[in-house]
């Protein structure tokens, strides 16, 4: 692999554009964003704009802010010769054929050869794109298609040219993979690609069956959503979310596009009901409501259309599904009589066969169309799997007893599933009729193929070791949620010494949907609603033990977070020795917010960090005020990047950009590690007692005298000064990492007792918001 | 031999000295009912029940309802006495003033209660369904309803009833059949069959009103598809006085194995007229704000019951000279010392007053809790009084009605071959107490709502309503002292109901069926430990009058020595409740269906 990425150009600063040019950033990639002079004055101010714009935006484009500092804007007629300074030009102008063309005409007199161009366009095909342009031009070109946003969503679809060189698009592709944490499929040049290809005909088709079969908007999407695997806002609430003007011009692409025999091209009517809300500017949740709206009139209350007189009335909330149906057993939601099947199977039945007619045409095999499904649409499971659920041959029959074409795949399949797990090993069926390894990218490793091979070393309730190659060893996470409990505190008890005995490192890793919101509030709760304080108790101390056992093991622990690592979850980290984190892992010690303060080790280690922090100034009354402007507000990280900036992350801690090689990554930090391993001595601090304490309430009744903190939040703050100040210590006593931990299990102890915690607790349960009381 | 006198002494200490700090604060709006008020209050109901309810007790059970031609008639004094009860204000004690009620605090009414309860159990539900009634009018139905019904209702010149059961469906109310068609002027036309009406029809108001389950034509099917309507039995004129009769008609009453004197009835509703209360569909919550209260009440019945047959059997005990004492003779003058000196005899009269006296107790708890949940100024102790009375609902209706049942069988107990006989008059009372098992959700129901629907509503904050004091009250109390055997006790008791919560809320998570297996014995074991925190509150209270003098000696060392009994010989049962959750479920369904 020639001549490494350094830098990249971006021309289009357009939602789509700037997105890019921030993700490129956030890998830490100086970025060029260029746009039109729009104003002579302030010829920049298009692009400029963007990045402006972007540092505003929530969820935010950027990383961190050190990142937006890499993107340096300009515009294309002063600045389009700077990308002979760059490895890669991504092109993503308006969708117009013609302008898109006299831009590459341009490109083509400035560029170095062998820097990669390549077109973001959703909808032109890339025979069009390089009509007319040199050998050279085709050679270099492909055509990256991000999804929005660029940041956020995980799938890029790449599709090269017959001319396109094979080594520049694996150059592209692995960039795209490792630095800007992209998986990629590979897609074939046909209209929409793969993602928007299926995902508009479903749309379509789940639109259209639920005017025709007379149902609402709320029982539609209660049967597109949840019982599919598909996100629960169902399909009509999807289409508010992305904008129901973009329905059209979806729809107008590809019809222009398609082959006129292409299924798509029957169902493609928009509804006149969805043309007057456009025309109104009912366009979704960015205009004055969608399908759904909130009539603030009327006390916030939601609302719904009626999809036949296109009036607004209540939400109405559908009957439940049957048992299994509701639970994703698709088998079960088809059998369901009257609409609520029949709604099934017009969208499964019409979808799953589109998708299933697309291998070979739109991609290779049927994995890459699965994918993208999931990373594009964030569907569960993709359409192959969709139908591994139902059955292939049932699918094939019913849809042959019906009248309809049987796709030649479906019928290939006969009685068997696409796919399988042979020896361990996870395959697919191919065109050819036999089973191929799904091949994971190089240097990708899953905990769930090593779970398809081998069995845990030990196991509880909420926890499991496993063996993940090459002496290391990991530990999953299995509760609900990846909550901790006591469970949990057991498995690192019976690992410790597994691992010690067996293997060279350890890593704390799971493949759930987040790492871990901490601590499992619902059990601490109940717990506590029954005064069982003894458990309460037991929970803190255990934790403890547990954490600062792992912390002092002859083995380095390192670990690997993605997604929410909060309150215990966040102290686990602070815990190990290294951490490598997913680039999206938002991480903090939200225990305030609860009523809590950190009581598995978190405050003793952030002081210890802060302390050691050379740009704090002198004294210890800086470290302490940091940790406590930090957990007392209970703030989150946005980002790895951000939880760097917050102390959760050591600078000597790793980023990995693409959540597949989080393992991979974590497993080598971990091997580095275990050669000549010391453990870390307990540390000791000076601490400023009573004086600091009385410094950070006072900072606590400033806020609270502007508004900005409650009466309790100062009672939680002041439990929480007491430990970060080192309760009854001044500045002549050493205060122990045992002390600040027993001050830890005091003031937990004190706060679970307060009914006001417990309101919070239950708030944040029942809610999902925390209650400000 | 009934001989009912209402136990006031112990009912005053329920209601003015127990429960002075559990928590839910003086309540402002009740402060005009002190203790002057309250107490002749009591003194008058308590005459009410000796004088004019209790002499018709047994009389109403030989004669019982009687039918004919649609009509029922209530046994021979019963008018009379209930002309007296309403005009007496006894009708109105608990109810609303804004419709011409009284505003007494639940805790005063509930021992009323008891005592009507005790003197005439039959009598009692009359009344009692009205105010049930009324109280699910004044939640859910509308304004005009409520001024054309409730005042009449509190006055006790109409009654009321609830129409729930139907030939084929009572515990599973998803199946009832009878239906309601709208009107154009929104009035409903009500249509089918009930049975086991209480109150249904009598003859002792000039109109009754019935709330009425039934199903909207276009109603989802099971309970999401059932309202509530109000059907008179004359449809009232403008003016309030009687109009036409309404197509409700009695078609029979049951022949019952006790309760002989209320009439419990089959009623045809045949196009009659009604108006929906509450909303379509929400029938079920506007029931069950009447049944919640009600159940409540069948659980004084129990109590009511029960403390009447340890009076009975009291009575019997002293005067029944049988045998000579173990430990020599006590009554030399007599050719037998009375029953009452033999320790098997005391354990069956000390059960029945221990029983007695913690459900007194405990109820004078909750009944504190109605008061606050309805009527306290701060938000927090609504909230909390409310999810202590949701808490305490199931296990006052099961737990008392099942040991006044108990109760009743000790009395007959100690009245020998007597007891079996009917002029003793303590058969009535096991007879008459063993509906209060069944009615208003059988006491199996009753423990299925507690760890189905209670235990872990909101994360098991109802529990916080009762846990948390038991909890404080062991840490505030522990250590040497002359209370520690009974901390001690408590302690026990109660670190088995943690553990035994804790459990059921697991296992019942990954399995229902095994939270329905530890249901009923869950259900005991909380409200014994409820019991034994009401006596080590009641004996610490009693020790501190002791110690520092009292001219009522006797009651407060009778009520250590009461306290002391239930700890040693009622509480251990604790344990054995705790082993049997424990069990689970296993042996109770390993049987093969086709082996029984």
């Known amino acids: 692999m020639s001549d490494p990425i350094k830098k990249v150009c971006v021309i289009g600063a357009g939602t789509m554009g700037a997105g890019i040019a921030a993700q490129v950033a956030n890998a830490g990639i100086p970025v060029l964003l260029l746009d039109i002079v729009r104003d002579p004055a302030d010829r920049n101010a298009v692009a400029a704009g963007a990045v402006a714009k972007m540092l505003k935006t929530e969820p935010a484009p950027f990383m961190s802010k050190a990142a937006a500092k890499l993107v340096e804007v300009g515009n294309i007629e002063d600045d389009l010769a700077r990308v002979a300074e760059c490895d890669w030009i991504v092109e993503a102008i308006v969708e117009r054929l013609d302008l898109k063309q006299q831009l590459y005409t341009k490109l083509e ?148 596009t398609l082959p006129k025999d292409d299924p798509y091209q029957a169902i493609s009517t928009i509804p006149p009901l969805i043309g007057t809300m456009i025309a109104d500017g009912y366009t979704g949740r960015k205009g004055k409501g969608g399908f759904y709206r909130l009539n603030r009139e009327a006390g916030k209350r939601k609302e719904a259309i009626d999809l036949t007189t296109g009036a607004y009335r209540p939400v109405i909330t559908p009957q439940s599904l049957p048992g299994a149906a509701a639970k994703g057993d698709l088998g079960a939601l088809l059998a369901v009589p009257g609409t609520t099947g029949a709604y099934a199977w017009a969208i499964l039945g019409q979808t799953l066969s589109y998708a299933a007619g697309l291998v070979p045409e739109a991609a290779d095999d049927i994995v890459s169309i699965d994918t993208a499904m999931k990373l594009g649409y964030n569907w569960n499971f993709g359409p192959f799997e969709l139908i591994d659920k139902i059955g292939a041959a049932t699918l094939a029959k019913r849809l042959a007893d019906e009248g309809k074409p049987v796709p030649a795949i479906l019928t290939l399949a006969g009685e068997r599933s696409f796919y399988r797990v042979e020896n361990g090993v996870r395959q697919h069926l191919g065109l050819d009729g036999d089973y191929h390894d799904v091949v994971r990218p190089e240097g990708v490793l899953l905990l769930a193929d090593i779970k398809l091979i081998s069995k845990p070393l030990v196991k509880t309730a909420s926890a499991a070791l496993w063996d993940i190659g090459d002496g290391v060893a990991a530990l999953e996470f299995t509760g609900k949620m990846n909550a901790l409990d006591g469970e949990v505190m057991a498995l690192i008890g019976k690992a410790i010494p597994i691992v010690t005995e067996k293997f060279k490192a350890l890593v704390v890793y799971n493949e759930g949907k987040s ?109 302490v005020a940091k940790v406590f402007e930090t957990v007392s507000t209970a703030t989150v990280s946005k980002s790895a990047a951000e939880a760097k900036e917050l102390g959760f992350l050591r600078p000597s801690d790793g980023i990995t950009m693409n959540r597949d090689r989080l393992l991979a990554d974590a497993k080598a930090k971990a091997l580095a590690l275990a050669e000549g391993y010391q453990p870390p001595e307990p540390p000791v601090f000076r601490l400023p007692g009573a004086s600091g304490r009385v410094a950070l309430e006072m900072a606590v009744k400033g806020f609270q005298a502007r508004g900005l903190a409650t009466d309790y939040d100062g009672v939680v703050s002041g439990f929480l000064a007491d430990v970060l100040t080192g309760g009854e210590a001044d500045l002549v006593d050493t205060v122990t990492e045992a002390d600040l931990l027993a001050l830890e299990r005091k003031g937990f102890a004190k706060l679970v007792r307060d009914g006001r915690t417990q309101a919070r607790i239950e708030a944040i349960l029942e809610t999902g918001k925390p209650l400000r009381n | 031999m009934q001989v009912y006198d209402a136990p006031l002494r112990d009912m005053r200490f329920v209601l003015n000295e127990l429960h002075q700090d559990d928590g839910f604060g003086g309540i402002p709006a009740l402060e005009e009912f002190t203790p002057d008020l309250t107490d002749a209050v009591l003194e008058e109901a308590a005459r009410f029940s000796r004088e004019v309810l209790a002499p018709i007790n047994r009389s109403g059970d030989e004669e019982g309802c009687q039918f004919e031609n649609g009509v029922v008639r209530t046994p021979e004094g019963f008018k009379e006495a209930y002309k007296q009860f309403a005009e007496g204000g006894w009708t109105s004690l608990a109810s609303d003033p804004e419709w011409g009620g009284q505003g007494l605090p639940e805790a005063v009414s509930k021992l009323v209660e008891e005592m009507s309860c005790s003197a005439n159990l039959s009598f009692g539900l009359y009344p009692g369904l009205s105010h049930g009634a009324a109280v699910a009018i004044e939640g859910h139905a509308s304004e005009d309803l409520k001024r054309a019904y409730l005042p009449k209702l509190v006055s006790g010149e109409w009654s009321g009833t609830m129409c729930l059961t139907e030939s084929h469906c009572g515990t599973d109310l998803g199946l009832l059949r009878t239906r309601a068609v709208p009107q154009e002027d929104g009035s409903y036309r009500v249509t089918g069959s009930k049975i086991f009406i209480s109150a249904g029809e009598h003859d002792l108001t000039e109109n009754i009103i019935h709330l009425v389950l ?213 058969e009535q009372y096991a007879r008459d107490a063993r509906i209060a098992m069944i009615y208003e959700g059988t006491n199996g129901i009753q423990a299925l709502d507690l760890v189905g629907r209670k235990i872990g509503a909101h994360t098991g904050r109802y529990l916080r309503s009762f846990f948390h004091p038991v909890s404080a009250f062991i840490e505030e109390n522990s250590g040497e002292g002359p209370m520690k055997p009974m901390i001690d006790g408590l302690a026990r008791a109660f670190g088995a109901l943690q553990l035994s919560t804790a459990t059921i809320a697991q296992r019942g998570l990954a399995d229902p069926e095994e939270a329905g297996a530890a249901a009923s014995d869950y259900l005991r074991l909380l409200g014994l430990v409820a019991m034994a925190y009401c006596y080590a509150r009641a004996t610490k209270i009693a020790g501190l009058k002791l110690l520092f003098g009292t001219e009522e000696k006797a009651f407060y060392d009778a009520k250590i020595k009461t306290a002391t009994f239930f700890y040693e010989r009622i509480l251990p049962q604790t344990a054995s409740l705790f082993l049997q959750i424990k069990a689970g479920k296993k042996s109770m369904m390993a049987l093969d269906q086709d082996a029984f």
Not at chain 2, 272 to 296: Q, Y
């Open chain 1, 109 to 256: 007199a400035v560029r170095r050869p062998g820097t990669a161009v390549s077109s973001n366009t959703s909808t032109i095909p890339l025979d069009h794109l390089t009509e007319g342009r040199s050998e050279a031009f085709a050679r270099d070109f492909l055509i990256t298609h991000f999804f929005n946003p660029p940041r956020y969503m995980r799938l890029l679809e790449i599709v090269s040219g017959p001319a396109s060189d094979a080594a520049l698009v694996a150059r592209v592709s692995d960039f795209a993979d490792r630095t800007l944490g992209k998986t990629i499929v590979v897609a074939k040049d046909t209209p929409g690609f793969i993602a928007n290809r299926v995902g508009t005909f479903w749309i379509q088709a789940a639109l259209n069956a639920a005017f025709e079969l007379g149902l609402t908007v709320e029982e539609a999407d209660a049967i597109a959503g949840k019982p599919m695997g598909v996100p629960k806002t169902g399909v009509f609430g999807l289409v508010d979310l992305v904008g129901i003007d973009l329905m059209p011009h979806l729809q107008k692409s590809l019809t222009e």
């Open chain 1, 515 to 623: 790492f871990s919101a901490g601590a499992n509030l619902g059990l601490a709760l109940f717990a506590l609603n029954i005064a069982a304080w003894g458990e309460i108790e037991k929970l803190v101390a255990g934790g403890q033990e547990a954490y600062k056992a792992l912390k002092y093991a002859p083995f380095p622990v390192v670990s690997a977070p993605f997604g929410m690592a909060l309150g215990g979850g966040c102290e686990i980290l602070l815990n190990s020795d290294a951490v490598q984190a997913h680039a999206e892992s938002y991480i903090g010690l939200v225990e305030c917010g609860v009523g809590l303060i950190p009581g598995w080790g978190g405050c003793g280690e952030m002081l210890d960090r802060w302390r050691s922090n050379p740009a704090m100034p002198k004294g210890p009354m800086p470290a």
């Open chain 2, 214 to 426: 039934a199903r909207l034509p276009d109603a989802p099917k099971g309970v999401k598809g059932i309202s509530l309507f109000l059907v008179p039995k004359y449809l009232p004129k403008d003016d309030g006085s009687i109009g036409p009769s309404n197509g409700v008609a009695c078609g029979a009453i049951e022949h019952k194995m006790g309760l002989k004197a209320s009439a419990t009835c089959q009623m045809n509703f045949d196009d009659s007229v009604g108006w929906l209360v509450g909303e379509p569909n929400k029938g079920m919550a506007a029931m069950f704000t009447m049944m919640n209260a009600e159940r409540v009440s069948v659980g004084i019945q129990g109590l009511g019951v029960g403390e009447a047959a340890y009076q009975a059997a009291v009575y019997y005990a002293k005067d029944r000279l049988q045998g000579r004492s173990l430990s020599g003779v006590k009554n030399a003058d007599g050719p037998a010392d009375p029953i009452i000196v033999h320790p098997d005899v005391r354990r069956m009269l000390m059960t029945m007053r221990a029983y007695n006296e913690g459900c007194r107790a405990i109820a004078g708890w909750v009944s504190r809790a109605l008061d606050a949940e309805k009527h306290s100024s701060d938000p927090e102790v609504r909230q909390r009084a409310a999810d202590f009375t949701a808490l305490m609902t199931p296990v006052v209706k099961a737990l008392f009605t099942d040991l006044g049942h108990e109760s009743a069988h000790l009395a007959v107990q100690c009245y020998g071959g007597h007891g079996y006989i009917r002029e003793s008059g303590v």
